[in-house]
């Protein structure tokens, strides 16, 4: 008898045992007022009395185009709970949407995990169904999810359809940079800068690149918290309407059956997860959010552990921004169960999944229609993944670099003289100034970029060529920061360095002309200062003023960890399970 169904059989619910039971069920003056309300909603006992009401959180919002179909979507999984016996009752919730939100979706991913927390806490939920997609949204949905511990599928909104131009495909991200580089090196007209921002973003759906979104989906499916195949189909495409409904019914069993996030996700799970990104060559955001979601379930990921298991893990997935294809082609290539079932040998697959199976049976017998999409570990892109960890006197607690993405090789081993800039305002200011004292063996640093400093580490490392250089042909650089970039982004550029300027990391103490030395060989990067040279400096640097008095941003910068600990909360991070309510 496997793991599952013993589970299955010895915790098997009775509707008095159902959360929502303790609103709805029970002869009280409470539950009257309950049960009034609900009939004031139209429905009465043969809706909510004993049956799984499931929360559909869902993440749609006009700010949010990567999410404009979930409404539709969230209508499917109505159908879905509704066809298993359940109550499915529609949740909106922040959207962390990746597009508009400044300084960056980041600064909003533990405002939505904290949403996601107290809403599951605070009404009469017995599970969810978390919709998301762009971006922050998937870490941020599932945070909530593990901190509250209910069951909870997560349901991917897919990718969009690849952009088009002059019949060029176009990638989400990468090609934004590429052909805004050729643009500002006086190689690209008006007219086509405006084709192609009509042609890049076709569809519903997020980022069609191996960015951030389609990394962190993907890791959710390996994580087991979605239904097998979920993260690859396109936004567009009618499996995703049925993938929905069938999350639909899966929330109501997993309530009858009582399984947890905590039941699922385990640290193998995060070996898995860790594994399966490098073999994407998926966003280096990954990481931060791994380890902040981990420290939910009460883990300690450190970042040693990416590079060590980086090591040992190929680059499967032929995707840009590190390949060549788009995920619609991943997807017709069998898509992750594919790649998964290709490295196999390299996962856990013994760990359990929401549909009460384990990875191993998800993944059995899936095809691979492409092996050059999706590659095998003997015909692998590369033969390790496509991230290091650094550490250095510039980086003590970390740095890491997609080596994976970088477009001049040789500047993986490379010294220069730094070219500092105090913030992005300063970046900006001076970047394109005909007279910067700039070649192409500079390392361009950007400070204040941080956690604390910008605040909320936007997707700023990705510094551009200064465009001087651009039109001598330059295209890649070696740049330093604390900031993240986009899991779309490419090019020499050392991030998330920790700790972080604003509170005093060794970037802080870097000048202009220091010599700064990346080896990757050796996983460091240091500024070639003496140590007594950078305790002068120490003893001279003050930090600069918060910019926030009050709100949010005040909570943020005083209780945000650094890159290296998952930028999460302080006071979120390896608790227990979240109180129940009383129920007075
Ligand atoms: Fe939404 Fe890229 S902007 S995923």
Redesign the pocket.
């Given at each position: 008898m496997g793991r599952a169904t013993e589970r299955r059989m010895s915790t098997r619910k009775t509707p008095e045992e159902l959360r929502s039971w303790r609103w709805f069920g029970r002869d009280e003056l409470r539950s009257f007022g309950h049960r009034s309300r609900a009939k004031q909603s139209g429905l009465d006992e043969n809706d909510y009395q004993g049956k799984p009401v499931i929360g559909i959180f869902n993440t749609w919002t006009d700010l949010?185009?990567?999410?404009m179909h979930l409404r539709l979507t969230a209508e499917a999984v109505k159908r879905g709970v509704l066809q298993a016996g359940g109550l499915p009752m529609e949740v909106p919730v922040m959207s962390a949407?990746?597009?508009y939100t400044k300084p960056t979706a980041m600064f909003h991913r533990n405002f939505l995990a904290m949403e996601v927390e107290e809403l599951l806490r605070a009404n009469p939920l017995d599970g969810a169904v978390l919709l998301g997609?762009?971006?922050k949204s998937t870490p941020a949905l599932l945070m909530g999810a593990f901190s509250m511990n209910l069951p909870s599928i997560y349901m991917p909104c897919g990718p969009m359809i690849r952009g088009l131009w002059h019949g060029e495909t176009l990638g989400?991200?990468s090609d934004v940079w590429k052909y805004w580089d050729e643009k500002r090196a006086g190689n690209l007209s008006d007219e086509s800068w405006c084709q192609i921002e009509d042609g890049i973003a076709r569809s519903p759906g997020?980022?069609m690149t191996m960015?951030?979104?389609s990394t962190m989906t993907a890791l959710a499916e390996v994580m087991g918290m979605t239904l097998p195949g979920a993260s690859s189909i396109p936004a567009v495409d009618s499996a995703h309407s049925r993938m929905a409904a069938a999350a639909g019914r899966q929330a109501v069993e997993n309530v009858w059956n009582d399984l947890k996030p905590r039941d699922v996700v385990t640290a193998h799970s995060f070996d898995n997860a860790i594994k399966v990104d490098m073999a994407l060559g998926g966003s280096t955001n990954a990481i931060v959010h791994l380890v902040a979601m981990a420290g939910r379930l009460g883990f300690k990921l450190p970042l040693e552990r990416f590079d060590e298991l980086s090591q040992s893990t190929p680059l499967l997935a032929n995707l840009r921004p590190s390949g060549k294809y788009l995920m619609d082609d991943f997807y017709a290539a069998g898509g992750l169960r594919a790649l998964l079932n290709g490295m196999r040998e390299l996962l856990h697959t013994e760990c359990l999944t929401v549909n009460s199976r384990t990875l191993g049976e998800n993944i059995a017998n899936a095809e691979n229609f492409n092996t050059d999409v999706i590659r095998t570990p003997a015909t692998a892109i590369a033969s390790n993944g496509g991230t290091t960890v650094l550490h250095g006197n510039l980086a003590p607690n970390g740095a890491v670099i997609k080596h994976a993405a970088v477009l001049d090789t040789a500047l993986l081993q490379h010294t220069g003289p730094a070219l500092v800039f105090d913030d992005y305002n300063d970046l900006k200011k001076r970047l394109d100034d005909p007279n910067l004292d700039v070649t192409k063996d500079t390392v361009l640093v950007l400070r204040s970029a941080g956690p604390v400093g910008a605040p909320g580490m936007p997707e700023w490392g990705m510094l551009p060529v200064p465009k001087k250089l651009l039109k001598l042909g330059v295209r890649d650089m070696v740049r330093v920061s604390d900031a993240r970039m986009?899991g779309?982004s490419y090019g020499t550029c050392v991030l998330h360095v920790a700790p972080e300027s604003a509170v005093g990391g060794p970037l802080a103490l870097v000048k202009t002309g220091d010599s700064i030395c990346l080896d990757l060989k050796a996983r460091r990067i240091d500024v070639l200062v003496s140590d007594e040279e950078l305790a002068i400096r120490r003893a001279e640097w003050k930090p600069k003023p918060t910019r926030y008095a009050r709100g949010y941003g005040k909570l943020y910068v005083e209780h945000v960890t650094q890159a290296n600990e998952g930028a999460d909360f302080d006071f979120l991070q390896f608790g227990g399970d979240t109180d129940e309510p009383e129920i007075h």
């Open positions: 949010n185009s990567c999410h949407g990746e597009m997609g762009c971006d989400s991200g997020h980022c960015g951030t979104a986009s779309t």
